[in-house]
């Protein structure tokens, strides 16, 4: 990879508050794919005074690609870190610390230089940080809904309110997963394929009750591999699909995207209520809001377990989104209230 050496120089200034005169670099992918990559920088850096500091900062590229019903997703993060939204977190719930973001508009190609998070994400997150996750989400978006800063008026290039159902309603249209549930070939058990097949029909009256809840800034990627839980804080990465959403919406990712299966339906009972609970610390809730999170779960993730069944060889895969769909039904009979 090729990277600017005065660019390194800057960055580490601004990671260390001083002078960086000389520095040291070694570079390893974190992740990445084939519209953006992700990297590892390490070294030592030398400041002014002589004194010598190992360093461990996180370099993302990004390059254009076209999202599904968000053309301006691929540069959202260069364009939201670039803002004063940064001014809007906490401490106990944000996003890395951005030193330095520049964008070639020519190559449709950005950098960011951010921080190095290190703590527990993933799959190793336990109940309690699933829930702090909920309560701390609760209260930054209900004190953004409460406060409604500047910042937010000044945001131009954020996900909209709709597309949550443009979604669905583009994966329903898709005769693959629409037709296989559907069908006598479908090996869904019947009472999750019925549960599909129930969403779709009262799809309309669901949206009407989803469009009376406040709206509010999502991330609508809020799942356990983009929130990093460090030092009792949650810090969380990936803003490229974030947006004007629903309350509850990102609980949808954050108990049902790629989760514990076993522990589902208790994340679900623990994380709603913690949720309203940190909301309402800054705005009143209206009572329809208790019956929308397992709907949307549903919206977001049935057909796309659907699909990932299809087209997946792997027995193992396809399990999982049998026990996936299960969980989600008990959820229906495990209803929590906020």
């Known amino acids: 990879m090729n ?32 519209v953006g990559n992700v990297y590892l920088a390490t070294g030592i850096a030398e400041s002014a005074d002589g004194e010598k500091s ?38 106990a719930f ?32 336990t109940g309690d940080m699933y829930e702090q996750a909920a309560l701390e989400l ?33 994966y329903r249209s898709w005769p693959v997963v629409y037709d296989y549930i559907r069908s006598a070939d479908c090996e869904f058990p019947q009472h999750a394929g019925q549960m599909l097949i129930d969403i779709d029909e ?5 949206f009407a009750r ?13 799942w356990v591999a983009n929130l990093i839980y460090t030092d009792g804080k949650i810090v969380l990465i990936d803003w490229d699909t974030s947006g004007w959403g629903y309350l509850g919406e990102d609980l949808a990712s954050l108990i049902a995207d790629e989760a514990d299966i076993d522990r ?25 809001a208790d019956t929308c999170v397992y709907e949307m779960i549903l919206l977001v993730f049935g057909y796309r377990l659907v699909e990932r069944y299809l087209h997946t060889e792997d027995d193992g895969e396809k399990m999982k989104c049998v026990q996936t769909l299960q969980k989600i039904h008990e959820m229906k009979t495990n209803s929590v209230q906020g």
Not at 14 to 33: E, N, W, Y
Not at 98 to 108: L, Q, R, V
Request: proline fraction near 4%.
């Open 3 to 34: 990277m600017k050496y005065e660019t390194l120089i800057y960055v580490l200034s601004q990671r260390f508050k001083t002078d960086i005169i000389s520095a040291d670099c070694q570079t390893m992918p974190l992740q990445g794919g084939t």
């Open 54 to 91: 190992p360093y461990r900062i996180v370099l993302k590229i990004q390059k254009k690609w076209e999202r599904y019903g968000d053309p301006g997703s691929w540069r959202r993060e260069y364009d939201l870190y670039t803002s004063d939204l940064g001014a809007t977190f906490s401490d």
């Open 94 to 125: 944000r996003w890395p610390t951005c030193y330095h973001a520049e964008i070639n508009a020519e190559e449709n190609e950005f950098e960011l230089w951010l921080e190095y998070i290190e703590g527990v994400t993933g799959l190793n997150l």
């Open 138 to 170: 609760g209260r930054y978006q209900g004190k953004l809904y409460t406060e409604q800063p500047a910042v937010l008026r000044r945001l131009t290039n954020l996900s909209h309110a709709e597309l949550m159902k443009n979604t669905y309603l583009h």
């Open 202 to 206: 009262h799809a309309d009256e669901i």
């Open 210 to 222: 989803i469009a009376n809840l406040p709206l509010v800034l999502c991330h609508r990627d809020f």
């Open 264 to 288: 589902m339906v208790e994340y679900y009972q623990r994380c709603v209520p913690a949720y309203y609970k940190g909301f309402s610390e800054y705005a009143e809730i209206s009572p329809i």
